[in-house]
């Protein structure tokens, strides 16, 4: 099974080429599992958690999707407040959380993680775009942007919170991410949090890349780097790596 932690962003219109690099691989693992099962196109679950524009950003995740290959999306598009039925991430061949409020998302997704977790375990490749990238870590930033009252990144990321919040995430890997790093200044909320001792370091993928955590290895695609940030001596360590 692999992970796939896509940092946010959209490709330029009809720039289906990017979209083949960062979506591809996942979409190549969900495609033999939809092949075992009998399908000719895999069967993806996405789910959205939106604020009224919900079926536009569905419609996004699939078409980047589709530019890697064909596909069949199983669409949940659910509200703010609204929470995730079990039947979203039924009989699928690949899951795809969406982007958006972070908070709003791991309050949908939480009732079903279990099951995401045991499908991810089985074998079912799992594909976080931004929010959904966030909260697969067993310790998820959800938002925020000050410490103690100071500010330490940019307001206009802090998913409608001040105080940097870290809450349990899916569980589906033992790091924490971040996104939209280098496009939203959120390595510096890594950096920062980890100096705090809130977080034993983390990644933090840019928009347009994709992070692919297999069995015991690490590959990144797409167009930008991901940002490794690690508890140091005496500060802390950042350093960097790209497709």
Known sequence: MSIHL????????????SDAVVYGPFLAEAALRGTAAGRDEPRLAIIVVRNG???DHAAKLVAALGAAGPIDPHLTVLGLADEAPMLAV???????IGGGLTPAYLTAVAPIAGEIRRQVA???PYLGYSAGAMI??????LGGWQIGGVPVSPQDASEELDEISIENGIGLLDVTVDVHAAQWGTLGRMVAATEAGLIRGGLAVDE??????GQGTLGVAG?????????????????????
């Open 122 to 124: 089985a074998g079912i």
């Open 6 to 17: 896509v940092g946010g962003g959209w490709a330029a219109e009809n720039d289906t080429d």
């Open 208 to 213: 347009g890349t994709v992070l692919i955590v």
């Open 223 to 243: 167009s930008g780097s991901v940002w490794t940030v690690s508890e140091s001596e005496g500060g802390v360590l950042v350093s960097t790596f790209g497709s």
């Open 53 to 55: 524009d919900g079926d």
């Open 90 to 96: 039924a009989d699928v061949d690949g899951i795809v």
């Open 136 to 141: 697969a870590a067993e310790r998820a930033v």
